[in-house]
């Protein structure tokens, strides 16, 4: 189940290079080509989803799976002060490859990288009703 127009399907077929980190049955993890951080590491699913919503539940287990040892290589073989761990999906949100990615982020203190986090309160209610909203849709 490939996109044959998908870089990173290319990647897992062998067709274009990469810094292979792990891979498994299901998942494959490689330096990021452009890394924000040294250690900036993809951990990608062999079948081609756009988004994590998109996935197949059954290969959930299996991909954070990989995402958990390829961590603690990333913490073992660069010794960060700290790691954020992300997956982008859709243009709104800065998704830029379609195929269902897991960023680990290696981090040390005076790095460049910043979360912006405008957090706001919501009234009881407004919270009740998105609440709502979203357990009923499980
Ligand atoms: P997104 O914004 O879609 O979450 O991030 C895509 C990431 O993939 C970017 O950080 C970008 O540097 C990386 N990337 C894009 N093309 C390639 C590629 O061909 N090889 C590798 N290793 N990384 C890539
Ligand atoms: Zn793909």
């Avoid at 590491?41 to 390829?70: G, M, Q, R």
Wanted: aromatic letters at 8%; charged letters at 25%.
């Amino acid at each position: 189940m490939q996109d044959p127009d998908c870089i990173f399907c290319k990647i897992v077929k062998g067709e274009i290079p990469s810094y292979k980190i792990y891979e498994d049955e299901h998942a494959l993890a490689f330096l990021d080509i452009n890394p924000i951080n040294e250690g900036h590491t993809l951990v990608i699913p062999k079948n081609h989803y756009e988004t994590l919503d998109e996935a197949v539940a059954d290969e959930i287990p299996a991909l954070f799976s990989a995402v958990h040892k390829v961590t603690k290589g990333v913490i073992e073989g660069m010794n960060p002060e700290g790691y954020n761990i992300f997956t982008s999906a859709g243009e709104v949100a800065g998704q830029v490859v379609k195929h269902l990615h897991i960023h680990i982020l290696p981090r040390w203190s005076g790095d460049k990288f910043r979360f912006i986090w405008p957090q706001q309160k919501l009234s009881e209610e407004k919270m009740t009703e998105i609440k709502e909203k979203i357990s009923s849709a499980i």
